[in-house]
């Protein structure tokens, strides 16, 4: 028995020494080989998606129409943004509910494409509406208008969302 | 090719720097920031097509400098490659690395290249590629990656046989920051592979008792102690090895093994009571895990040694009870992976949403398949194949969504041109006309222009007159004409007045000519208010009519291709699928037949020990009998 358990022991320290045990059956050739074609396939994929991402800018949102809108967060600012709402011109353009995962890459710099739509060249209103709680986990809400004037190029505006202890709450930029 | 791939690495910061890297770069970039958002939630295939997409189109603009996007564009390049690392395409960055590593680079660069790439030879298993890439750092690195380019040639080294080497830049990291912990186990690894028993013993326990809040260094403190008391263990010393392994805490990956080490050592010093008390935790843990199986034969040999061979006898029984329902359930499993199951759980998407979802897996009754899961992702290759498959039904759903999309674009084009077409024959004719009234128009307001330039120079009074004294000169010609011949004394006097007024008007005409001529010139401002009008009414119709055409003409050929691409890249990735899939079968029942014949011998062992405690027990009990009767 005694020897048994030993065996046991020796069978558990080879595991810690060499880390896992691979399948003997699988070589390593054949794990390589088909992580390379893995990789092959995935450069093709993505190189469809980057070609369809521009067909459908191209086919969807002309430049002489589009008007993308992007979402970020002041720098260092803590507070929990719960959801966003946009209208332009009156009507609901989009309304986002953040997960953690999408709150957290916000924080850490990221820059939300929250809407791509179309409008005629002229004078528009955004309206945005943020959804929160502050620091302290109380209730935060703030509304705020933005004129933009949309021409012949693509018009992007920057949305920066900032928490109840900043002088400007929501701040647009034309980019 | 060369230049792109320099900047590929001309501004080297991880993903998670973004933020903090860009805060002095007012204003940070859109699309660069949309990149990041995408690769902060490890959505790297949408981050890299997004930052992909953005860079083909800024590189086919003519004057890209005047883009704001130009002063992003080097950090945007090296960031695509730092995104195909964390989507495991290490072949396509890892050319792109290559390729500076061999140009006439700055050795900062060079070197920081030549860091990334010997880290992606030693993730691949390729320790002698790694060695190669790693001695070719030369000279100045980059403060930013000084500590993890040190620790990681420690880590080749270990890998290549060079202990000496690595201890010696391990001593250098035991402080440095991000490394706590890591750098402390893996020297005390390579002392102790280097023959240097005693020292390597002492600094596996010194990183046995760093304090850290992080979840990383806590589990590598466990493992230090998990290695350092099984390490004492095989050399007899069980003693010492209790007091590390009673260090791992009891909830982490190493607990079970640590919990089976120090039962291990109490039996060892023969104190068989004491070795039943983390082995009677372990016996009821999860009945899969194989220290808890090795613990449910090692409880009852406590017993057996304290001479409780009923009790034993009962719980050998109760491990040949528990033993039998593991081989159930592992045959079941090997049945069910067999039958194409595993693979379907495993692309579960609800399981997605949970990180724990490994553990999650083993506790889903209705998946037989997965109950061993944990200790088949031990294994780099399985995770590796794993991941693999993974990103693979990752990129066949996305396939087959395109297939909806590229539908949807082919009903929106037929669309707009039933709609255009009837329409667009009747607006040209039109436009047409009103093109050429709108030449005519700009054709005169040139003239009238190249008019007053010239009366600048030479005076023209007789251009500036007004309609009506035009009028009142011809009617003064005709009557000049008339009464020329009239000899009579009204026709002297209607010539004289004709003469007078004439002059008259010759009077007003060049006396005022200088206002005239301001005038002209005012009007002809106005005019050019009214002609920029149109001209912008002109390019906005054309512009319009343009996007009219735009808007369903010439998309055909490139929804083909797309649709070719994707079918070509669908047929691939179905078929790597089966491939991937199978192999991850192959392994999985590998696995599980090895654990199978594990318990085929735990359950011989079992069978044996009861049958020896039972007798012992019934011994004993006779000798019991026996006594009592004297």
Redesign the interface.
């Known amino acids: 028995m005694v020897d048994f358990l030993r065996t046991l022991l020796v069978g558990l320290l080879i595991s810690l020494a060499a880390g896992a045990v691979s399948a003997e059956e699988v070589s390593r050739e054949q794990i390589k080989g088909i992580d390379e074609q893995v990789q092959d396939i995935k450069k093709d994929v993505l190189g469809i998606s980057s070609e369809l991402l521009q067909l459908e800018e191209k086919l969807l949102y002309p430049s002489n129409t589009q008007v993308s809108i992007f979402v970020d967060l002041a720098e260092g600012d803590k507070f929990r943004l719960d959801a966003v709402h946009i209208s332009i011109d009156g009507k609901e353009a989009t309304h986002h509910i953040y997960t953690f995962k999408e709150l957290e890459a916000l924080q850490k710099g990221g820059v939300q494409r929250i809407y791509t739509g179309n409008v005629r060249t002229g004078e528009h209103t955004l309206d945005v509406t943020l959804i929160g709680k502050s620091a302290g986990n109380s209730d935060y809400r703030q509304t705020a208008s933005y004129k933009f004037s949309k021409d012949v190029g693509p018009r992007l505006v920057e949305i920066t969302l900032a928490g109840p202890a900043a002088s400007n709450h929501i701040e647009f930029k034309d980019r | 090719m060369l230049r792109r791939y320099l900047w590929l690495l001309g501004l080297c910061i991880s993903v998670?720097g973004?933020?903090?890297d860009?805060?002095q770069k007012a204003?940070?970039d859109?699309f660069?920031?949309?990149a990041?958002?995408?690769?902060?939630?490890e959505e790297y295939?949408d981050a890299?097509?997004?930052l992909?997409?953005e860079l083909?189109?800024f590189y086919r603009i003519d004057d890209p400098e005047l883009d704001?996007f130009h002063l992003q564009a080097n950090f945007a390049e090296f960031s695509i490659g730092d995104f195909e690392l964390s989507?495991?395409?290490?072949?396509?960055a890892g050319r792109a690395i290559k390729a500076v590593l061999e140009g006439n680079v700055n050795p900062e660069i060079r070197n920081e290249a030549a860091y990334r790439l010997a880290r992606i030879y030693y993730q691949?298993?390729e320790p002698e590629n790694a060695l190669h890439t790693i001695e070719r750092i030369i000279g100045k690195v980059p403060e930013r990656i000084r500590d993890d380019e040190q620790y990681l040639r420690a880590q080749i080294y270990m890998v290549n046989g060079r202990f000496t080497d690595a201890a010696k830049i391990l001593e250098g990291l035991r402080d440095a920051k991000g490394l706590e912990g890591f750098a402390g186990y893996n020297l005390g690894i390579a002392l102790i592979e280097n023959g240097q028993e005693k020292e390597g013993i002492e600094q596996l326990g010194k990183t046995g008792l760093i304090s850290s809040d992080d979840e990383a260094t806590l589990s590598i403190r466990d493992k230090a102690n998990?290695?350092l008391g099984?390490r004492l263990?095989?050399s007899n010393q069980p003693g010492q090895a209790k007091q590390y392994l009673d260090r791992v805490r009891m909830r982490g990956p190493f607990s079970d093994?640590a919990l089976?080490?120090s039962g291990?050592a109490d039996?060892s010093l023969g104190r068989f009571d004491r070795a039943l008390v983390p082995w009677s935790i372990l016996v009821k843990r999860n009945p899969t895990g194989a220290?808890v199986q090795?613990s449910l034969?090692?409880v009852p040999?406590a017993y057996a040694k304290l001479n409780m061979h009923g009790r034993a006898a009962l719980l050998y029984g109760n491990a040949l009870d528990s033993f039998g329902k593991e081989l159930t359930r592992l045959d079941a499993s090997i049945k069910s992976i067999r039958s194409g199951n595993f693979l379907k759980v495993l692309v579960r998407e609800e399981l997605k949403q949970d990180k724990n979802w490994v553990i999650r897996l083993r506790e889903l009754p209705e998946t037989p398949e997965t109950f061993y899961l944990m200790d088949l992702m031990?294994?780099?290759?399985?995770q590796?194949?794993l991941k693999?498959y993974f990103?693979?039904e990752e990129?066949r759903q996305?396939?087959d969504s395109?297939d909806e999309?590229?539908n949807s674009?082919e009903e929106?084009?037929a669309l707009r041109r039933a709609y255009y077409e009837p329409l667009l024959p009747n607006i040209d004719k039109r436009f047409r006309e009103l093109d050429s009234q709108i030449r005519l128009r700009l054709e005169q307001r040139q003239r009238l222009d190249d008019r007053l330039q010239h009366m600048l120079v030479a005076p023209r009074p007789d251009f500036l007159a007004t309609a009506d004294e035009r009028i009142y000169r011809e009617q003064l010609a005709h009557l000049e004409q008339k009464y020329r011949n009239d000899t009579s004394p009204g026709g002297e006097d209607i010539r004289r007045r004709i003469k007078r007024l004439q002059g008259l008007i010759h009077w007003d005409i060049n006396t005022t000519y200088d206002q005239r001529l301001t005038d002209a010139y005012n009007h002809l401002h106005q005019l050019d208010a009214d002609a920029k009008r149109l001209k912008a009414i002109y390019a906005?119709f054309v512009?319009?009519r343009q996007?009219a055409t735009?808007?369903y003409v010439g998309?055909d050929e490139?929804?083909r291709m797309?649709r070719n691409?994707?079918r070509?890249?669908k047929e691939?990735?179905s078929t790597?699928m089966a491939?991937?899939g199978h192999?991850l079968e192959?392994?999985a029942i590998?696995?599980l037949q090895r654990r199978v014949q594990r318990l085929e011998e735990y359950q011989i062992?079992a069978r044996f020990?009861m049958a020896e405690s039972y007798d012992r027990a019934v011994k004993a009990q006779q000798q019991g009998t026996e006594s009592v009767a004297k």
Not at chain 2, 36 to 41: D, G, I, K, L, T
Not at chain 2, 87 to 92: E, G, L, N
């Open positions: 998670h973004f933020a903090a860009n805060s204003p940070r859109l660069l920031g949309e990041f958002f995408h690769a902060q939630q295939f890299i097509t997004r992909d997409t083909a189109q704001p989507y495991r395409m290490h072949q396509r691949k298993s998990l290695v099984y263990m095989q093994k089976l080490g291990w039996l220290a090795e034969l090692g040999y031990a294994s780099n290759d399985f590796a194949s693999n990103d693979l990129l996305r396939l395109w999309y590229l674009y929106i084009i906005s512009r319009t996007a735009q808007s998309y490139q929804i797309a691409r994707s070509d890249a691939k990735v790597l491939r991937q192999m192959v392994m590998n696995e062992q020990a």
